[in-house]
């Protein structure tokens, strides 16, 4: 039996939509949005091509915005770019990230780089779009099945001590997928939380970790765009395109004290600035 078509939304933002499972989910998200909205760390005239292609795969009406989550004034900059559109969002899908590094890295705002842009700059970014939310509107957020292996040190949180590129990237993703079940309780029933995993796909960031192996990148953006109309519930984790439950890492409550702790002391002072402007 066919599945129905997915209906077409006016406006969706996507960020880190210019390579990987980001711009295999812009090319599907082509012909069902009215209007998308991409964020990518290049200039415009670096990522030609790229949006060229995105163009070329439906009919939607393109803006791209530039954003370097490694600077959170730049997720301020853009996230008041997006308001600035004057339009509702129906669909927010935080892609972005990176791999862990080969050394730790700090940012220029002083917190461990993979845990700066997997987890904190998405926070910081929907915190910022919350307000011109559509009613109903989604908000995808793609983790990764390594969130299990993932450990929270509220003691450490930017991996001072016992850094590796895996421990980076798992703890992010732990953040990202524990901050999921936050978000939804936050926004109630105005809108649908999700996260997933999108598998291993032979991406950039997956080569920098574990070599040339994976799925292409389109496999993973199909389970984005699966999750984008899946019928799950909000705070749902998604693997395989199946709700099932996240790690007990994820779960713990004091863990998820700890990271909402952690988001306010980071982001508070950042969301300030973006009332102040």
Same mark, same amino acid.
């Given at each position: 039996?066919?599945?129905?078509?997915?209906?077409r939304?006016?406006t969706?933002? &996507?960020?880190g939509?210019t390579?990987?499972?980001?711009?295999a989910?812009?090319r599907?998200l082509?012909?069902? $949005?009215?209007h998308?909205?991409?964020?990518?760390?290049?200039?415009?005239g670096?990522?030609?091509?790229v949006?060229?292609?995105i163009?070329?795969?439906?009919?939607?009406?393109?803006?791209?915005?530039?954003a370097?989550?490694?600077?959170?004034?730049?997720?301020v900059?853009v996230?008041?770019?997006?308001?600035?559109?004057?339009?509702?969002?129906?669909?927010?899908?935080?892609?972005?990230?990176v791999?862990?590094?080969?050394?730790?890295?700090?940012?220029?705002?002083?917190?461990e780089r993979?845990l700066?842009?997997?987890a904190?700059?998405?926070?910081?970014l929907? %915190?910022? &779009?919350?307000?011109?939310?559509?009613d109903?509107? %989604?908000i995808?957020?793609?983790?990764?099945?390594?969130?299990?292996?993932?450990?929270f040190?509220a003691?450490?949180?930017?991996?001072?001590?016992?850094?590796?590129p895996?421990?980076?990237?798992?703890?992010?993703?732990?953040?990202?997928?524990?901050?999921?079940?936050l978000?939804?309780d936050?926004?109630?029933?105005?809108?649908?939380?999700?996260?997933?995993?999108?598998?291993?796909?032979a991406?950039?960031l997956?080569?920098?970790?574990?070599?040339?192996?994976?799925?292409? *990148?389109?496999?993973?953006g199909?389970?984005?765009l699966h999750?984008?109309?899946?019928?799950? *519930?909000?705070?749902?984790?998604?693997?395989?395109?199946? $709700? $099932?439950?996240?790690?007990?890492?994820?779960?713990? *409550?004091?863990?998820?004290?700890?990271?909402?702790?952690?988001y306010?002391? %980071?982001?508070?002072?950042?969301?300030?600035?973006?009332?102040? %402007?």
């Amino acid at each position: 039996m066919n599945r129905p078509a997915a209906p077409r939304l006016r406006t969706a933002v &996507l960020t880190g939509a210019t390579s990987g499972i980001g711009e295999a989910t812009a090319r599907g998200l082509a012909g069902r $949005v009215d209007h998308l909205v991409l964020l990518g760390p290049e200039a415009a005239g670096a990522v030609t091509g790229v949006l060229e292609g995105i163009r070329a795969a439906g009919a939607a009406r393109l803006t791209y915005l530039t954003a370097d989550f490694t600077l959170l004034d730049e997720v301020v900059a853009v996230a008041g770019e997006v308001r600035e559109l004057g339009e509702r969002i129906d669909l927010l899908v935080n892609n972005a990230g990176v791999p862990g590094a080969a050394r730790r890295i700090l940012t220029a705002d002083g917190f461990e780089r993979t845990l700066q842009v997997n987890a904190l700059a998405p926070a910081l970014l929907t %915190r910022l &779009l919350v307000p011109v939310l559509a009613d109903g509107a %989604r908000i995808v957020n793609v983790g990764s099945s390594a969130h299990r292996l993932g450990r929270f040190d509220a003691s450490d949180p930017d991996l001072s001590e016992g850094y590796s590129p895996l421990a980076a990237y798992c703890r992010a993703k732990l953040a990202m997928v524990t901050w999921s079940v936050l978000l939804a309780d936050e926004l109630g029933p105005g809108a649908t939380v999700v996260a997933l995993c999108p598998g291993l796909n032979a991406t950039g960031l997956s080569a920098a970790m574990n070599g040339p192996a994976g799925a292409p *990148p389109s496999h993973g953006g199909a389970r984005v765009l699966h999750a984008a109309t899946a019928d799950a *519930p909000t705070g749902s984790y998604l693997e395989g395109d199946r $709700v $099932v439950d996240p790690s007990p890492e994820a779960a713990d *409550p004091s863990n998820r004290r700890s990271l909402v702790a952690l988001y306010t002391a %980071r982001l508070a002072p950042f969301a300030a600035r973006a009332g102040a %402007r």
